[in-house]
């Protein structure tokens, strides 16, 4: 992603068994934002709605990153979620993480927090991971 060289940082990293996954955004494959949140003229976010299809997609953009080192979602052991609005991301958590993770209670250790922004304005969620291999 054209951000990777701007901010200066990697997307993962392994260290023995360990991958830590820098923090997932819902982008397409060009690093356009997936249902974008509107905004004022303040660059204030109006509506939380589209919560869920950025989250689905910081999933699929995870699975991405994971499977570069052999690992997939079953290879999680840890994340954390930053939101913009946590009644919006409690409504989406339970089912997206459940499908993401094939499970009714996926055995993932999960911490989800709050920020009034996240890098792009029209951003929702971010999401980082932790997992073992």
């Given at each position: 992603m054209p951000w990777e060289s701007t901010y200066g940082y990697a997307q993962a990293v392994k260290v023995g068994d360990t991958i830590y996954i820098s923090g997932q955004l819902g982008h397409d494959a060009d690093g356009n934002i997936v249902g974008p949140a509107p905004l004022d003229e303040h660059n204030r976010i109006l509506d939380h709605s589209n919560m869920e299809v950025q989250m689905r997609q910081s999933y699929e953009n995870a699975k991405l990153?994971?499977?570069k080192?052999?690992?997939?979602?079953?290879?999680?052991?840890?994340?954390?979620?930053?939101?913009t609005d946590m009644d919006a991301a409690f409504a989406a958590a339970g089912p997206v993480r459940k499908a993401a993770y094939a499970s009714d209670?996926?055995?993932v250790a999960s911490t989800i927090l709050v920020?009034?922004?996240l890098a792009l304005p029209t951003q929702l969620i971010e999401i980082k991971f932790i997992a073992r291999i």
């Open positions: 990153m994971l499977a080192y052999g690992a997939t979602l079953d290879n999680v052991v840890e994340e954390v979620l930053y939101v209670k996926p055995a920020t009034p922004r």
